[in-house]
């Protein structure tokens, strides 16, 4: 079946730091792989998503490539703020986009 | 305006009584999905729905029940709540993966729900 594994946390960094949050999976089929972010009293909302084996996902500063040889998706920035503080979901979906598996969440606290 | 909305946004009740908890959108969206999320767990799947005609059940469906009214609305009930059952719950949309869209969820603010 499909199912993700994330990093555990909580993570703590100095401002400025390199992140990375680990982010591995199990899948059928062709899955789109998403990083998801949850800042404090929202909801999810994407942050960036790859398609298809080698693709980089990237936004505001965040990156993750899709590979498949080691069924990896490992979200890195290289140099986190205060505002980056929040939680991050890895998720898959299926071949088709019908299912949507999610990962535990990260929570990551930045500080200055 | 959000384009997920969920009702109400926080809700306290007892051991027993019937909740429901609203969704409504306005992205035009034809799927539909509740999720449950606790700490340490991630977000989990309670029901889903890929048209008005279409309900599924997810991995923790027990205990809850769903209805689509329409394209916008999918409200969730808990028809007798205990206390494992508090949470926050999100509502979420997505649209038909084509390959030319994102194919991601949209989500909603969430309700966190507490039984006493």
């Known amino acids: 079946g499909n199912s993700v594994t994330q990093m555990e946390g909580p993570v703590t960094l100095s401002e400025e730091a390199f992140l990375t949050i680990n982010c591995t999976y199990t899948?059928?089929?062709?899955?789109?792989l998403f990083w998801y972010v949850q800042y404090p009293g929202e909801g999810l909302q994407l942050l960036l998503k790859?398609?298809?084996?080698?693709d980089k996902g990237s936004n505001k500063g965040f990156e993750a490539t899709y590979r498949k040889e080691t069924t990896s998706f490992h979200l890195e920035k290289g140099s986190v703020q205060v505002s980056d503080s929040a939680v991050y979901f890895c998720?898959?979906?299926?071949?088709?986009?019908?299912?949507?598996?999610f990962g535990t969440g990260t929570s990551l606290t930045v500080i200055p | 305006d959000a384009d997920v909305t969920q009702t109400p946004r926080n809700r306290i009740t007892k051991t027993g009584k019937r909740i429901m908890l609203e969704c409504s959108q306005t992205?035009?969206?034809?799927?539909m999905y509740w999720y449950r999320q606790d700490p340490g767990l991630g977000l989990r799947l309670i029901y889903y729905?890929?048209?008005?005609?279409?309900?599924n059940k997810g991995e923790i469906s027990d205990g809850y029940s769903v209805s689509r009214q329409a394209q916008a609305k999918f409200s969730l009930s808990l028809e007798s709540a205990i206390p494992n059952q508090t949470a926050l719950y999100f509502c979420?949309?997505?649209?038909?993966?084509?390959?030319?869209?994102?194919?991601?969820?949209?989500f909603g603010e969430g309700s966190r729900l507490t039984v006493l």
């Open positions: 899948a059928t089929g062709y899955p789109s």
């Open positions: 979420a949309t997505s649209d038909l993966w084509t390959g030319k869209n994102t194919g991601e969820l949209f």
């Open positions: 729905s890929f048209d008005v005609k279409d309900i």
């Open positions: 998720a898959l979906s299926d071949s088709w986009g019908n299912q949507f598996y």
């Open positions: 790859a398609t298809k084996a080698d």
């Open positions: 992205k035009g969206h034809d799927r």
